[in-house]
């Protein structure tokens, strides 16, 4: 892994930790500019950042790192090679700066006046993007400033705000966990629940859809930009699905194609998730409509919705095999 500080002389400089010990640090949470404008990994490298906009990000998180006694700091613009997907997935901090630069706020004391700076804040192009999604969870401190550098708030102070533009739940955002605790967390989230995230969320690459998901679902599949966005959804999904350890036995696959019929699948749904006990459900009718089909989709939604549902797949041709 690769972090950014900035030398006694005010220059980046990379410094790869690759079997090291990895030193605490921030990360810089923000939209992308244009391909010119921002400083890119070959551009440290190559010392041909001091005249792109997108410097100026690095000097505000090098100058934040600081303030709160951290050497250094991670930016996805320029601390990956963007042709080694691998380093991308590495990203996690102990902090997390949002830059938002499509909020300004002219004076100190106009941070300190929510009132004057809310209405920017709610339509900031920020909650848009897929990647900022696991970027506003995983960090246990993540803090908002406008694009002059000012401080606007935390997630703990701006949490109304938070929960109303992106949909997750306040006990998700508030979470105080990292790493595997957080992990362990999410799992009380469904599938489900955790995609529906992202849902609306905009991405460059279409392949970002499923790719943006990985830590939030808590799995790895290779990247292979190019696959588009239904074979990437499809990998993941898969690799969901294989990655889940609660004791199951079902004999066949879920049927990718599954459509309709959701009045049915709600309908037991709701009968299995009653507090009441329920012993049996039988799906009845002619042969070759589908009820196999049917009672598949059921238990695959079943156990995508609570990670801690067993399903167990037996022959019941006759009244014996059910005793």
């Given amino acids: 892994m690769q972090l950014l500080h900035f030398d006694e002389s005010g220059r980046p400089v990379l410094t790869d930790f690759a079997g090291k010990t990895i030193p605490r640090y921030a990360i810089l949470s923000h939209r992308w500019w244009g391909d010119a404008d921002e400083v890119h990994y070959h551009d440290i490298l190559n010392n041909t950042y001091a005249s792109k906009d997108g410097f100026r990000k690095l000097e505000f998180c090098a100058k934040q790192a600081s303030q709160d006694h951290l050497q250094y700091f991670w930016i996805d613009t320029c601390c990956f090679d963007r042709y080694n997907n691998l380093e991308r997935s590495n990203a996690n901090a102990v902090k997390c700066y949002v830059f938002l630069s499509d909020v300004s706020v002219a004076t100190a004391a106009d941070a300190q006046q929510q009132n004057t700076w809310e209405a920017r804040f709610r339509a900031s192009k920020w909650f848009t993007r897929a990647w900022t999604l696991q970027e506003l969870i995983a960090p246990t401190s993540v803090e908002f400033f406008s694009s002059e550098g000012l401080r606007l708030g935390d997630k703990n102070s701006l949490l109304p705000l938070l929960q109303r533009e992106t949909g997750i739940p306040s006990e998700v955002l508030q979470a ?66 294989q990655s889940d350890t609660t004791p199951s036995i079902i004999l066949f696959s879920r ?69």
Wanted: glycine residues 8%.
């Fill in 176 to 241: 105080d966990q990292s790493g595997a605790k957080l992990i362990d967390f999410l799992e009380k989230f469904s599938v489900s629940d955790r995609m529906s995230w992202a849902r609306t969320r905009e991405v460059t690459e279409p392949e970002d859809h499923a790719y943006c998901l990985l830590g939030i679902l808590n799995v790895q599949i290779p990247l292979a930009y190019g696959e588009g966005k239904e074979e990437a959804l499809r990998r993941l999904l898969d690799e969901v699905e």
């Fill in 255 to 323: 049927n990718k194609r599954f459509v309709g019929r959701q009045s049915q699948l709600k309908e037991v749904e709701n009968i299995l998730s009653t507090r009441e006990q329920t012993t049996r459900i039988a799906i009845t009718g002619e042969g070759g409509t589908g009820k196999s089909q049917l009672a598949l989709e059921i238990v695959y939604s079943i156990k995508e919705k609570d990670k801690a549902c067993s399903v167990f797949w037996i022959d019941a041709g006759n009244i014996d095999s059910v005793y």
